[in-house]
């Protein structure tokens, strides 16, 4: 955090006490000020009793699922909600995602890539709440959602109706983690939040139109077994991470 900075405030909701000590030390390293949480009901209290920029939920909480926390969390705050997950629990994510989460970082994790995750979902946090802003820049893309156009390289890209409907839906929500149910709700309504072959073929043809080397997409990213995630490029990548448990 640079002199001066508004301090970001941090509420972690993890009920393991080594991670939970550990994740404070780093984040109060990193300039955060962190208010942890061993339970739901504490994380409640805690963020009914100041301000928070951000979330960090651990999904396997004694007292009560964290999917239901996050639920009750967006009653009332849109403030970004990072979930802390077992690697296996890819169902788990996709009901804390639908629930109103914003991203997940599957244990073991790597300190320096929650560090990223942490700067991403504040910066989309300020973004969302500049008025009037409507165009992403994805190197060589742009995408404008006012005008409803895409250029690459500065030349028009033509995508069909339902192509564009795939596109925006990711653009609004860039960065982020999109589930497969909810862009099948969105785009082809709710009737088809099951028909997950229509998502496959229409990411592929815009993966055709926008991504450099469409087998090896770097803008359209599959979350396997979770979603899409549209992504912006940083220009402080994120390093190779060590991990822990």
């Known amino acids: 955090m640079t002199a001066g900075a508004l301090v970001m405030r941090v509420l972690l909701v993890e009920d393991e006490e080594p991670i939970r000590r550990f994740l404070v ?21 805690l963020a009914g009793n100041r301000r928070i920029d951000v979330f960090l939920i651990d999904l396997g909480l004694p007292d009560r699922d964290g999917v239901e926390l996050i639920r009750q969390l967006r009653g009332w705050t849109q403030r970004p909600i990072i979930v802390l997950s077992a690697r296996s629990q890819e169902r788990h994510k996709v009901d804390a995602l639908d629930a109103g989460a ?11 890539e929650l560090h990223a995750r942490l700067r991403v979902a504040l910066r989309h946090a300020a973004q969302t709440t500049q008025a009037g802003k409507s165009t992403l820049n994805l190197g060589d893309v742009r995408i404008d959602l006012e005008t409803r156009t895409v250029l690459r390289a500065g030349q028009v890209v033509r995508l069909t109706a339902t192509e564009w409907r795939l596109l925006a839906a990711l653009a609004k929500r860039a960065d982020r983690v999109v589930t497969s149910r909810q862009l099948l709700q969105e785009v082809w309504g709710p009737g088809h939040a ?10 592929r043809q815009l993966r055709q139109k926008l991504e450099p080397q469409p087998a090896r997409p770097v803008l359209l990213l599959t979350e396997t077994s979770v979603g ?18």
């Open 194 to 203: 099951e028909q997950g072959h229509y998502l496959r073929i229409y990411i």
């Open 228 to 245: 899409y995630r549209l992504l912006v490029p940083l220009a402080d990548a994120v390093p190779e991470p060590g991990t822990f448990a």
């Open 25 to 45: 030390t780093t984040l109060e390293a990193e300039g955060y000020e962190v208010f942890a949480a061993a339970t739901a009901q504490e994380g409640e209290i």
């Open 102 to 112: 914003d991203d997940y970082l599957s244990k073991p994790f790597g300190v320096d």
